[in-house]
């Protein structure tokens, strides 16, 4: 078992939002479960776009490097034609309309990036064959498009090339399909698990989450919010903070961990313990 790191150097915490190759991430969930125990945190979540296909390996890795894992998930979403992540923990894998809905965002995802790869190869030389690579991610999107990209010399970075060739204004852009912010929520809950609202406050939005909106998310039976993320801006945090303890909604705090496809260090920002317990004890309420 890998021993923790002890005192002063220890990182205390959940980190509560990660992503592995199984969807945009560049290591394994193994692989987050050992550098989790090697920070010193009580444990994580994976939460891959769309899919759960890296519990398992996550779960036993983590159980073998003695730290906690949370099952979760990062669903696309768009409430008032808004892209909107939504993050799911605990949910009870296997069939059911969640499953269904995620299947056919999955497929849409899927030919979105080919189209956009055609688009792209009139102006860049790529392939669909460099995009996919020898990866067996769940999920394709603009994240394996710019590594390819990258790769191929023509930008330095994944945020490089979102800004000059993968941006919704870029000609080679094309949308894909999001389930409804308010139905997610509801196909959260209907699996068992606690929807949080994640990073309300990003940098790349051109406004933040509004309190209006928040309180219908919370109508909905949303859980949380993810209030403590290194994309957040600082001056949007206050009202979004106030009005979520109006609205009785629990904060989160998660790095967005990609590896190396984002400068988002693991163990960045976490929650303690005490959130994930509410987390389980939510998850054990019958509803």
């Keep these: 078992m890998m021993k923790r790191m002890t005192g002063s150097e220890s990182r205390r915490g959940y980190d509560l939002h990660t992503h592995s190759v199984l969807s945009d991430g560049t290591t394994r969930p193994g692989e987050i479960a050992r550098e989790a125990a090697a920070l010193g945190l009580d444990g994580f979540a994976l939460t891959d776009h769309d899919t ?42 296997g069939a059911g309309e969640l499953f269904e809905a995620l299947a056919r965002v999955r497929s849409s995802r899927l030919s979105r990036a080919r189209e956009m790869v055609r688009r792209l190869a009139r102006d860049y030389r790529i392939t669909w064959e460099e995009v996919v690579g020898a990866d067996d991610a769940s999920t394709v999107g603009r994240p394996h498009i ?64 509004s309190a209006r909106e928040l309180a219908a998310l919370a109508a909905a039976g949303l859980w949380g919010v993810e209030l403590d993320h290194p994309e957040n801006r600082g001056e949007w945090l206050p009202e979004l903070r106030s009005a979520a303890s109006r609205l009785g909604l629990e904060s989160t705090g998660s790095s967005d961990y990609h590896g190396a496809g984002k400068p988002n260090r693991l163990g960045d920002r976490t929650s303690p313990p005490g959130t994930v317990a509410r987390i389980r004890d939510f998850v054990a309420t019958p509803r």
Aim: aromatic letters at 8%.
């Design 52 to 93: 759960i296909d890296g519990w398992d390996e996550a779960r036993r890795a983590a159980a073998e490097c003695g730290v906690d894992f949370l099952p979760g998930i990062e669903i696309t979403t768009k409430h008032e034609e808004r892209s909107r992540h939504l993050l799911g923990y605990g949910i009870e894998p």
């Design 146 to 209: 710019a590594d390819a990209l990258v790769a191929a010399g023509y930008f330095a970075d994944r945020s490089t090339a979102f800004g000059a060739a993968l941006h919704p204004r870029s000609p080679y852009y094309m949308s894909t399909l999001a389930i409804d912010t308010l139905e997610a929520i509801r196909l959260v809950r209907a699996a068992g698990g606690a929807a949080v609202l994640a990073h309300p406050a990003a940098t790349r939005m051109r406004a933040p989450v």
